[in-house]
């Protein structure tokens, strides 16, 4: 049912930088929608890690960054941490279905610190 | 300091009818560019968004769900209620309630309530 595709997982050790891409379409992200992205620790509630495509809100640290670019966005976590294991969500608008314009997640990412 | 959370029922039969609802403060609905929306994620699975209200009353759908949805504020404007009609076991998850901003982002979240459904 998501409309934003992410990859399943990635994994990389503590120190390096691992990216997450999020790919959707013409009527999403390719729009001109802004992307947002949120972090999932194991039994709890999204947190909101990135606005906006590359807006951090307070007390996210700068490790986390945002960018986006035609159809695609992409979160980065550079100087990962074993804090930083958990699953992260993408989420745009998409205005194929209804007209107006329906929120849309992604796929979900889970990031393994090895 | 922004809180939200939600109640409702933890179980419930196949056709019956859900609602749940979202208790907030450190914010009012009242204030142009304020929303509250309700988003679900079955176990082991993506989120998904089911329904927005915003400042203005103005309802949201996601379009899949359309016709069982109803999102609602109560006249203090500081809860709102979703109705989900003819609950199937598919429909078992955590759902959540979330303040959203007119940029289109969940700045604060509920921890999330969970529905199963079975007979």
């Known amino acids: 049912q998501s409309v934003l595709t992410q990859p399943p997982s990635v994994s990389g050790a503590p120190g390096q930088r691992v990216t997450i891409s999020c790919t959707g379409s013409?009527?999403?992200?390719?729009?001109?929608?802004?992307v947002h992205w949120y972090q999932q620790l194991p039994g709890t509630a999204p947190k909101l890690l990135i606005y906006s495509s590359r807006k951090r809100p307070s007390g996210v640290p700068d490790r986390f960054s945002g960018s986006k670019s035609g159809t695609s966005a992409s979160l980065a976590i550079t100087g990962l941490q074993a804090e930083d294991e958990a699953d992260y969500y993408c989420q745009s608008h998409d205005s194929r279905l209804s007209g107006s314009s329906d929120y849309v997640f992604g796929t979900g990412t889970k990031v393994t610190v090895l | 300091q922004v809180t939200l959370r939600e109640s409702g029922p933890a179980l419930l039969r196949p056709t019956q009818t859900l609602t749940l609802t979202c208790t907030f403060s450190g914010f009012s609905l009242n204030t142009p560019g304020m929303l509250v929306s309700w988003l679900r994620q079955p176990p082991g699975k993506a989120l998904e968004w089911l329904a927005v209200i915003d400042w203005d009353d103005d309802e949201k759908y996601t379009t899949s769900l359309k016709t069982r949805l109803t999102i609602s504020t109560d006249t203090s404007k500081n809860q709102v209620v979703l109705t989900m009609t003819n609950m199937d076991p598919v429909d078992s998850a955590t759902y959540f309630c979330?303040?959203?901003?007119?940029?289109?982002?969940?700045?604060?979240w509920g921890q999330g309530t969970l529905v199963t459904v079975s007979s």
């Open positions: 979330a303040r959203v901003r007119s940029g289109g982002y969940a700045d604060y």
């Open positions: 013409s009527s999403n992200i390719g729009a001109g929608y802004d």
